[in-house]
């Protein structure tokens, strides 16, 4: 038998919760980010208009300082896009458990011997009558939307 996954997990109403708590988090490290942006600016704003002024040690110690702030906000951006995948991977887990428990319990009742999902692969032909997709919503109490004409 067939199934869309991922056709299933975008309708479950569980999935606006993750979307929504994967935007705040996003938001929260976003915000984070910015500050550490704003003060390597605003460092470099400030080492810009004194340059000038500076002795060649304090210059050297200055740039110093600023590259390592430059590379950190670097990691930064890269950990917290890191991050993000594992935040929303964590909040997803609960939908795909959900998902899987209702295709072992279809797949069990109706004698299946494999289930193959249909996003992400290519099949030259696959009977509708062996796709479990509907049933499997009818079992998460999942609706399909209507489509309007």
Do not use: C, H, W
Not at 34 to 55: C, H, N, P, W
Request: proline share 2%; no cysteine; net charge positive.
């Amino acid at each position: 038998g067939t199934i869309n996954n991922d056709y299933i997990i975008n309708l479950m109403p569980e999935a606006k919760v993750v979307i929504q708590r994967s935007q705040s988090y996003g938001s929260r490290l976003d915000s984070l980010f910015s500050i550490k942006l704003q003060d390597y600016q605003t460092r470099v704003a400030d080492f810009r208009e004194k340059e000038k002024e500076m002795g060649g040690l304090m210059k050297k110690t200055l740039v110093k300082e600023l590259t390592a702030l430059e590379q950190d906000i670097k990691r930064y951006q890269e950990n917290g896009n890191k991050l993000m995948q594992l935040k929303q991977d964590e909040l997803m887990r609960p939908l795909y458990k959900k998902l899987n428990t209702a295709i072992d319990e279809i797949a069990k009742a109706e004698g299946y011997t494999l289930i193959l999902t249909i996003a992400g692969n290519q099949f030259a032909y696959v009977d509708d009558n062996y796709d479990i997709t509907k049933k499997v919503m009818a079992k998460l109490g999942v609706k399909e939307p209507v489509i309007k004409e």
